[in-house]
């Protein structure tokens, strides 16, 4: 079995300890920090991604997953940076004011970091005050909300309101998710894009920072 | 007041209250408030709240501190006040219901994860709930309800909390569910069974679910309780799944649905029925009629 595909087993496994060592063999064997992320841990992540949002798996192995993605990312960041490649983009994410369901978000916010943004993750409950505030500071390209209560959707809107209040519409793009969202309700509220599940929002962010 | 567990043995179908959390938005809870900040100088609301579902004929009343372990209350630095939350809670019910109805205190999850897929230690766990568990019995709870839990591990850990701090008090243990293909899953993987069996070990008296469904799947869920257990079951079911209607959610179910519904989850051979998110005293008032033609 080749290294990556190892990488990518025991990422499955929620191993983080054997994640460690083979990723420190495959760049002892030359290969590229790119290629081990991409081939290794995001592809590993991604079959993660797709059975637990088939309930095949629950959360605790993507917990456990997410992890082993880390141990092997700790490993490449510092190669990323010494290599002075950047990264592709700067994101904020959290789940609006009033919902405490944090699961999809904390999927996308690791999808996003080991698809090579660099992620701001202001947890639960953030204000749109406060999206609006770090958006600005941070000076991030993308705002990703989540929400998991329809009760809590309409923050959305709230902040998408305050970017166009404060100019910055086009300038901050917007993705939101969680399950009760709908493309529909995007477009309602003028979201520049709806992510259905962790792995279609990377793609959509991707999309919004011009990376694809 | 007669003892809850007799009158539950004896057959006897009680009526819990509905939702809390939209009664408190509508009256003043403010965006990105925990509900627990009520429970210093807004006890009056409080106390109307539990007037209302008192009123609407519910046997047990629900009081405010879902989230007033001090590990949740961290989140929002109040784990200081963790006693005095606590407290206040339950005299603003018991000041309206008295004698009159059973007051269950509320115990949701500590929003932390436990070892190895969080940064929480069972004893960490254990002593939040521990010392939720005695600030409510201290003041005199006649119930404590812990629920819609998801982590096996994180509920048992809650009911032993309870049990420690009194073997007396009686135990509602609650679980919330998502259908599946392959049938009901909390999020963090327990079936039925599985909840079921480990709730009963711990000690729990009264087992079920709250929250995540509509009637219609909680009766499916009670179904199974039914077939795993033999305590005492009881069923929160939300006013069903949320739509989006402009800018605002709604809850489906009417009282009358939900009502016809609960004839179900008497057949069933469900204890307690009431309501969880997007129930409404009228919703409790409909129950309570159908429970009442049954008792």
Redesign the interface.
């Known amino acids: 079995m080749d290294i990556l595909n190892k990488i990518s087993e025991h990422l499955q496994l929620g191993d983080d300890e054997k994640v460690r060592i083979f990723t420190k063999e495959a760049i002892k064997a030359k290969i590229s920090p790119k290629e081990i992320l991409n081939d290794g841990l995001i592809f590993g992540m991604d079959i993660i991604g797709k059975k637990y949002k088939?309930?095949e798996?629950?959360?605790?192995?993507v917990?456990?997953a997410a992890?082993a993605m880390y141990a092997g990312m700790d490993l490449l960041r510092p190669m990323f940076i010494k290599e002075g490649i950047p990264t592709i983009g700067k994101v904020v994410i959290g789940t609006v004011?009033?919902d405490?369901h944090d699961?999809g978000k904390n999927l996308v916010g690791i999808m996003l970091k080991g698809a090579g943004f660099e992620v701001i993750d202001l947890g639960?409950?953030v204000?749109p005050s406060e999206f609006i505030e770090i958006a600005k500071k941070e000076d991030v390209s993308v705002i990703g909300m989540s929400a998991l209560?329809?009760?809590t959707?309409?923050?959305m809107?709230i902040v998408i309101d305050l970017l166009k209040e404060e100019g910055l519409i086009g300038q901050i793009k917007t993705i939101i998710g969680g399950a009760?969202v709908?493309e529909e309700?995007a477009r309602e509220i003028g979201a520049d894009a709806f992510g259905y599940d962790s792995i279609n929002a990377i793609e959509k962010v991707k999309g919004l920072t011009g990376m694809t | 007041m007669e003892d809850l567990l007799m009158r539950l043995n004896r057959g006897e179908i009680l009526v819990s209250d509905g939702a809390m959390g939209?009664m408190l938005?509508e009256r003043g809870l403010e965006?990105?408030e925990p509900p627990e900040s009520f429970n210093f100088a807004r006890l009056k609301v409080l106390s109307e709240i539990a007037t209302l579902y008192l009123d609407a004929g519910a046997d047990i009343i629900q009081t405010n501190t879902f989230g007033a372990s001090p590990l949740k209350l961290s989140?929002y630095s109040l784990e200081d006040k963790t006693e005095e939350i606590n407290r206040n809670a339950v005299l603003a019910v018991r000041k309206v219901v008295g004698e009159c109805a059973y007051i269950s205190g509320s115990c949701g999850p500590s929003?932390k994860?436990l070892e190895?897929?969080?940064d929480t230690s069972d004893s960490e766990m254990y002593n939040s709930f521990e010392r939720q568990m005695k600030a409510l019995i201290s003041a005199d709870v006649d119930i404590i309800c812990i629920e819609t839990m998801?982590d096996l591990r994180e509920v048992t850990i809650a009911v032993k909390a309870a049990k420690t701090v009194s073997s007396s008090t009686p135990v509602i243990a609650t679980m919330t569910f998502d259908p599946?293909?392959?049938g009901f899953?909390?999020?963090?993987?327990v079936n039925i069974e599985e909840a079921a069996g480990g709730l009963e070990s711990e000690g729990a008296d009264i087992i079920g679910s709250n929250c995540g469904n509509g009637i219609e799947n909680m009766i499916k869920i009670a179904k199974e309780f039914r077939e795993f257990s033999s305590l005492p079951i009881v069923i929160q079911s939300n006013a069903g799944?949320?739509?989006?209607r402009g800018?605002?959610?709604v809850y489906p179910e009417t009282p009358l649905f939900m009502a016809e519904k609960a004839k179900e989850l008497v057949n069933v051979g469900v204890s307690i029925i009431g309501g969880c998110c997007g129930t409404t005293p009228e919703h409790i008032r409909a129950i309570r009629k159908v429970v009442d033609s049954v008792n």
């Open positions: 088939a309930h798996i629950f959360l605790p192995d917990l456990l992890k004011q009033g405490l699961i639960n409950d204000s209560l329809t009760t959707m309409p923050f809107k009760p709908t309700f | 939209t938005m965006v990105g989140f929003g994860l190895p897929y969080g998801t599946t293909p392959r899953y909390t999020v963090m993987g799944i949320p739509e989006i800018n605002t959610s």
